[in-house]
């Protein structure tokens, strides 16, 4: 996928990311059964789901209809290094949604100047500030699994 320039085009990158991270939360959620785990993976796919929720609407702002993004290589994922493996712990799974969402809050930040519209902006600085919620709460899950504590 090219590098996405017009707000159209940032728009639907980012919903297409919010897609991929929606594919990785359920896919992780099914690796394994630590409830607490499972049930923070869900919980946190649900809410990029309204990710994609406030985005498509900026897109209808336009007068625009939504269309998905192309599935082609996307260049954001050299940020976003984590890899998925059959044998993975609960603590692997949720080191790997941290560094995925670091990814998505720094990509965010990246796309914030290239933004015209400045509703549109506003989206994406909220998401960008979700993003980093999404990560202080994986990283306080991972704690509590590396503590034992509840």
Sequence with gaps: MKKP???LEILEFAIWKERQAIRLFRTLAGRISH???VSLLEELAAEERTHIEK??????????????AAEQTDPADILFTGKLELDMTAADILTLAVEKEDSSF???????????DP????????????????????????????TGTD
């Design 35 to 37: 409830p607490d785990v």
């Design 119 to 146: 509703a549109a902006r506003e989206v994406l600085i909220a998401l960008a500030e979700q993003e980093v919620r999404h990560k202080l709460l994986f990283e306080s899950q991972r704690q509590k699994l590396m």
């Design 55 to 68: 985005l498509e609407l900026e897109i209808l702002k336009t007068g625009r209809t939504v269309t998905p």
């Design 106 to 116: 720094r990509l965010y930040v990246s796309l914030i100047p290239q933004i015209q």
């Design 5 to 7: 320039e017009t707000d």
